[in-house]
């Protein structure tokens, strides 16, 4: 029986997913059917409510875990029944009656029936995602929406008129911000795509085959296996889009065989929770972060990626050199050469996996495609390729449905979050304290642009906590962006700032999912694993504020500016290693530490002098441990 509803799901999910490729094919339009953009999101998170009440319970659900590792089919008690009911009744009057929603559009004022409506949709989109995250956002989405309510009877920053019940759901139904707006609109032809597509690489091998490049381009070095997770999970982690499914899925081969080697559990841990999470900053994939980015500050894909390199190779170089400086500091040796793959071999074995990210940059940045429409043609490419891998790894129609099974999972929490923050957005829009926030943030820091930056990308790490990547950056972007923008920060670097900022929550304790994952794999103290993370992953903290004074760090000015505030941040990134490590051509002591940490921030910093000075107080420590190893070299 259990095994019957388990295929019901499969065939469930696997119908969603089909859905909304065609839906992002747009082939509806070549079978002569015209499909509103309401109606087909009011099918999306029908759908994606549909599977979170079956599939997850009320109480119990281990806070932040990925819906994908949930059970099949569960016995679902009779209030999901009527909360799943109640979210289809709210969607399906959107679905099969749009033209008399197109009357409340022209009236601008809901009825009796609409405020039931709207109401009948609102509360099970909030318990979807009180389910699939936790209690954070939902108390944050309410908080907002009282707020907006009872604006007329708060002191100070929060007052104003004040709103009835009626026009926050009139928003929420109707308005362009609201439960079909934007965020849900990404979700629904983006974000699912993308999602898909990473588990379809899992399933043709493609994670197996990264790995293995790794180990033939790094093990034979000191420290390999821990080299080989940082290039393995970055290169997986821009695909797959989840930190925390990442770290399970590289997570059980480079962990073992970095304690292997010497590492702590606590230290091999850390390295792939970061390593893992980082690959969401790294294009060209970036986790459909950088798609969902381009819509929301209406800019280029190719944009995007441009600007984003740089920071991404400045914090994989870091924990690249960390991994380095820690093997030599502990004594640690390369594994043998006869136990690594061979370069040659492993390449011409899986070459074809590069094939459909070569697609992906083919149809965005040459043919210009939208993102979607690219994401499936790039799924076909995986598809198609993966019948040159082994029979095991061939996407038969059984593993097909297995992969649409896991995207669609992942896929339904941040279809729940983002008709959420769409309610969370029409609130904030019709009270305008989402700029009254900003400003109080800005008037807060005084005005200033480097405490503005501290306070901003404080509460984005809270506010990240509990959250998988996609929907993190969505509510971050709401709320926390617009600070910065208001400080003629570039949109872009605003962005970018929020990313990194609660990106770096997934290995931060308290919550620091990442690191549950690779701690529980390691055997190592989670808050141990955490703060190892912290120091490993500390670009993530400093790097923003880096590209925020320098635009050259995202390739954006004159040549002159890029080159040198390039050249001058990849030396510090390894001053900065080696400062946090204790090492560089020798051990360090506290006072060396803290110059060459001290030098490494002042070489990212902007312009020619700070880096002058940062460079020549690193040189005042580094030049005799340099000239000591010499003579040690000499005399052995």
Request: aromatic residues 12%; glycine residues 10%; charged residues 10%.
């Given at each position: 029986?259990?095994?019957?509803?388990?295929?019901?799901?499969?065939?469930?999910?696997?119908?969603?997913?089909?859905?909304?490729?065609f839906?992002?094919?747009?082939?509806?339009?070549?079978?002569?059917?015209?499909?509103?953009?309401?109606?087909?999101?009011?099918?999306?998170?029908?759908?994606?409510?549909?599977?979170?009440?079956?599939?997850?319970?009320?109480?119990?659900?281990?806070?932040?875990?990925?819906?994908?590792?949930?059970?099949?089919?569960?016995?679902?008690?009779?209030?999901?029944?009527?909360?799943?009911?109640?979210?289809?009744?709210?969607?399906?009057?959107?679905?099969?009656?749009?033209?008399?929603?197109?009357?409340?559009?022209?009236?601008?004022?809901?009825?009796?029936?609409?405020?039931?409506?709207?109401?009948?949709?609102?509360?099970?989109?909030l318990?979807?995602?009180?389910?699939?995250?936790?209690?954070?956002?939902?108390?944050i989405?309410?908080?907002?929406?009282?707020?907006?309510?009872?604006?007329?009877?708060?002191p100070?920053?929060?007052?104003?008129?004040?709103?009835?019940?009626s026009?926050?759901?009139?928003?929420?139904?109707?308005?362009?911000?609201?439960?079909?707006?934007?965020?849900?609109?990404?979700?629904?032809?983006?974000?699912?795509?993308?999602?898909?597509?990473?588990?379809?690489?899992?399933?043709?091998?493609?994670?197996?085959?990264?790995?293995?490049?790794?180990?033939?381009?790094?093990?034979?070095?000191?420290?390999?296996?821990?080299?080989?997770?940082?290039?393995?999970?970055?290169?997986?982690?821009?695909?797959?889009?989840?930190?925390?499914?990442?770290?399970?899925?590289?997570?059980?081969?480079?962990?073992?065989?970095?304690?292997?080697?010497?590492?702590?559990?606590?230290?091999?841990?850390?390295?792939?929770?970061?390593?893992?999470?980082?690959?969401?900053?790294?294009?060209p994939?970036?986790?459909?972060?950088?798609?969902?980015?381009?819509?929301?500050?209406?800019?280029?894909?190719?944009?995007?990626?441009?600007?984003?390199?740089?920071?991404?190779?400045?914090?994989?170089?870091?924990?690249?050199?960390?991994?380095?400086?820690?093997?030599r500091?502990?004594?640690?040796?390369?594994?043998?050469?006869?136990?690594?793959?061979?370069?040659?071999?492993?390449?011409?074995?899986?070459?074809?996996?590069?094939?459909?990210?070569?697609?992906?940059?083919?149809?965005?940045?040459?043919?210009?495609?939208?993102?979607?429409?690219?994401?499936?043609?790039?799924?076909?490419?995986?598809?198609?390729?993966?019948?040159?891998?082994?029979?095991?790894?061939?996407?038969?129609?059984?593993?097909?449905?297995?992969?649409?099974?896991?995207?669609?999972?992942?896929?339904?929490?941040?279809?729940?979050?983002?008709?959420?923050v769409?309610?969370?957005?029409?609130?904030?829009?019709?009270?305008?304290?989402?700029?009254?926030?900003?400003r109080?943030?800005?008037?807060?820091?005084?005005?200033?642009?480097?405490?503005?930056?501290?306070?901003?990308?404080?509460?984005?790490?809270?506010?990240?906590?509990?959250?998988?990547?996609?929907?993190?950056?969505?509510?971050?972007?709401?709320?926390?962006?617009?600070?910065?923008?208001?400080?003629?920060?570039?949109p872009?670097?605003?962005?970018l700032?929020?990313?990194?900022?609660?990106?770096?929550?997934?290995?931060?304790?308290?919550?620091?999912?990442?690191?549950?994952?690779?701690?529980?794999?390691?055997?190592?103290?989670?808050?141990?694993?955490?703060?190892?993370?912290?120091?490993?992953?500390?670009?993530?903290?400093?790097?923003?504020?880096?590209?925020?004074?320098?635009?050259?760090?995202?390739l954006?000015?004159?040549?002159?500016?890029?080159?040198?505030?390039?050249?001058?941040?990849?030396?510090?990134?390894?001053?900065?290693a080696?400062?946090?490590?204790?090492?560089i051509?020798?051990l360090?002591?506290?006072?060396?530490?803290?110059?060459?940490?001290?030098?490494?921030?002042?070489?990212?910093?902007?312009?020619?002098?700070?880096?002058?000075?940062?460079?020549?107080?690193?040189?005042?420590?580094?030049?005799?441990?340099?000239?000591?190893?010499?003579?040690?070299?000499e005399n052995?």
């Open positions: 029986m259990a095994q019957n509803k388990s295929k019901w799901i499969l065939g469930l999910t696997t119908l969603i997913a089909v859905y909304h490729f839906s992002v094919a747009q082939i509806h339009t070549f079978l002569g059917l015209f499909v509103p953009a309401n109606v087909h999101l009011a099918i999306s998170i029908s759908s994606a409510m549909t599977l979170i009440f079956l599939l997850l319970p009320a109480f119990g659900k281990k806070h932040g875990e990925d819906t994908e590792a949930e059970g099949s089919f569960r016995r679902v008690p009779w209030y999901d029944w009527t909360l799943m009911a109640s979210g289809l009744t709210g969607a399906g009057f959107v679905i099969f009656f749009h033209e008399a929603v197109l009357d409340y559009g022209e009236y601008g004022f809901l009825d009796t029936k609409g405020i039931i409506l709207a109401s009948m949709l609102a509360v099970p989109v318990e979807a995602v009180r389910r699939t995250t936790g209690l954070a956002l939902p108390i989405i309410l908080s907002f929406v009282a707020i907006t309510v009872f604006q007329n009877f708060l100070g920053l929060l007052y104003g008129q004040g709103f009835a019940v026009n926050l759901l009139y928003s929420a139904y109707m308005g362009d911000a609201g439960i079909f707006g934007l965020p849900l609109g990404i979700a629904a032809n983006i974000v699912i795509v993308f999602l898909i597509f990473g588990a379809l690489m899992e399933r043709a091998g493609a994670s197996r085959w990264f790995m293995e490049m790794a180990l033939a381009l790094t093990g034979w070095s000191r420290g390999g296996p821990a080299k080989a997770a940082v290039v393995a999970s970055a290169m997986f982690g821009s695909i797959s889009g989840s930190p925390s499914g990442n770290s399970a899925t590289t997570g059980v081969f480079t962990i073992p065989m970095m304690k292997k080697i010497g590492y702590t559990p606590a230290f091999a841990a850390a390295v792939e929770a970061v390593a893992s999470t980082g690959g969401i900053i790294l294009p994939v970036m986790g459909a972060i950088a798609f969902i980015m381009a819509e929301w500050i209406n800019t280029t894909y190719t944009a995007i990626v441009i600007a984003a390199t740089v920071p991404a190779i400045l914090y994989f170089l870091i924990v690249f050199v960390s991994v380095h400086l820690q093997a500091k502990d004594g640690i040796e390369a594994l043998p050469r006869s136990e690594l793959p061979k370069f040659w071999p492993v390449f011409i074995r899986g070459w074809y996996y590069l094939m459909p990210i070569g697609v992906l940059i083919y149809f965005l940045v040459i043919k210009t495609f939208p993102p979607g429409i690219a994401g499936i043609y790039t799924c076909a490419a995986v598809f198609a390729t993966s019948f040159l891998a082994p029979r095991e790894f061939w996407l038969t129609p059984a593993r097909l449905v297995q992969a649409f099974d896991e995207g669609v999972r992942r896929w339904i929490t941040v279809a729940a979050i983002t008709a959420a769409g309610i969370m957005i029409g609130a904030l829009e019709l009270s305008g304290v989402g700029i009254k926030v900003s109080f943030i800005v008037d807060l820091a005084g005005g200033d642009l480097t405490m503005t930056l501290i306070l901003v990308g404080l509460v984005s790490l809270i506010v990240g906590m509990g959250l998988d990547a996609t929907p993190a950056y969505i509510t971050l972007a709401t709320l926390m962006a617009p600070a910065l923008i208001q400080l003629d920060v570039p872009m670097a605003a962005h700032f929020v990313i990194y900022w609660g990106l770096a929550s997934f290995y931060t304790p308290p919550t620091c999912i990442a690191v549950f994952i690779t701690a529980s794999i390691a055997g190592s103290k989670v808050w141990e694993t955490g703060w190892e993370g912290v120091r490993l992953g500390i670009a993530a903290f400093l790097i923003p504020f880096a590209f925020v004074y320098n635009n050259g760090l995202l954006q000015g004159g040549l002159e500016q890029i080159i040198t505030g390039v050249t001058t941040a990849i030396i510090g990134a390894i001053l900065l080696g400062g946090i490590r204790g090492y051509f020798g360090l002591n506290v006072l060396q530490r803290l110059v060459l940490f001290g030098g490494g921030l002042l070489l990212i910093a902007p312009g020619i002098l700070w880096p002058l000075i940062g460079l020549g107080a690193s040189a005042l420590v580094l030049l005799p441990k340099l000239s000591q190893l010499r003579v040690s070299g052995a």
